[in-house]
């Protein structure tokens, strides 16, 4: 598959609270999306798995409107983590193993790989998700998308809660991610400089409207609307 594909593509997308949002993500590609509180950053993730419906505009998946793919699919192959793990109680493999279970594929999930990807132990398997701590929930939460082997992985301030040294962990292993499974990640953050460290590509969104998008590491420098400088010096 080409690096240079797009997995998703929006097309004048518009809800309520977003306004003709057009942007592509690419395989394999990190972006980031910034913006005030309440600018409708979280909203435009959950279009792309359907958590909402736009009102105009079109949405893409490998090329295919995602109105034409069955929302099971569509949610297996781009996956969601939230600020919150939300995970069910219950002993982490019972958790990773979930999405598999519903489509009868539960003898396919290799729980043991997983924990090894988001480098949690083996002995996780049998503990209870209300005894690990932030981080390990939010590894566990990442295993669990995971076993539905998405393509892309979105993430609605999946750090916003974690300490720093946790937060590291989770970005290392967001990239490892990227390199080894060739995913492509879409996240949300009210961290400027995680958003700098992390992004190959920035969204920035004002009142639902996205008013500056491209490298990161150029528009960071040289930012092209005044919205955005002025954001980047608060």
């Given at each position: 598959m080409d690096k240079n594909q797009s997995i998703i593509t929006c097309k004048d997308v518009s809800t309520d609270r977003l306004k003709d949002i057009s942007f592509e993500l690419r395989r394999k590609q990190i972006t980031t999306i910034v913006g005030p509180s309440g600018a409708g950053k979280s909203s435009l993730l959950f279009l792309l798995n359907r958590l909402e419906e736009p009102t105009s505009g079109e949405i893409y998946y490998l090329g295919r409107n995602i109105k034409d793919i069955p929302v099971t699919q569509l949610r297996c192959e781009i996956g969601m983590v939230f600020q919150s793990a939300y995970l069910f109680d219950g002993t982490a493999e019972e958790n990773i193993q979930y999405g598999p279970k519903l489509r009868g594929e539960v003898e396919d999930c290799d729980v043991n790989r997983l924990l090894d990807l988001v480098d949690l132990p083996q002995s996780f398997k049998s503990r209870y998700v209300t005894s690990l701590s932030g981080g390990e929930q939010q590894r566990v939460a990442i295993a669990r998308t995971f076993a539905n082997k998405p393509s892309v992985l979105l993430l609605d301030e999946a750090t916003s809660a974690l300490d720093?040294?946790?937060?590291?962990?989770?970005?290392?292993?967001?990239?490892?991610?990227?390199?080894?499974?060739?995913?492509?990640?879409?996240?949300?953050?009210?961290?400027?400089?995680?958003?700098?460290?992390m992004g190959e590509q920035t969204l920035y969104i004002e009142e639902g409207r996205l008013l500056e998008s491209g490298l990161t590491s150029e528009i960071f420098e040289h930012p092209e609307t005044n919205h955005f400088e002025q954001f980047l010096k608060e």
């Open positions: 720093i040294k946790t937060t590291e962990h989770i970005e290392e292993l967001l990239i490892r991610l990227r390199d080894e499974k060739e995913i492509s990640v879409l996240m949300v953050t009210h961290n400027l400089k995680q958003a700098e460290r």
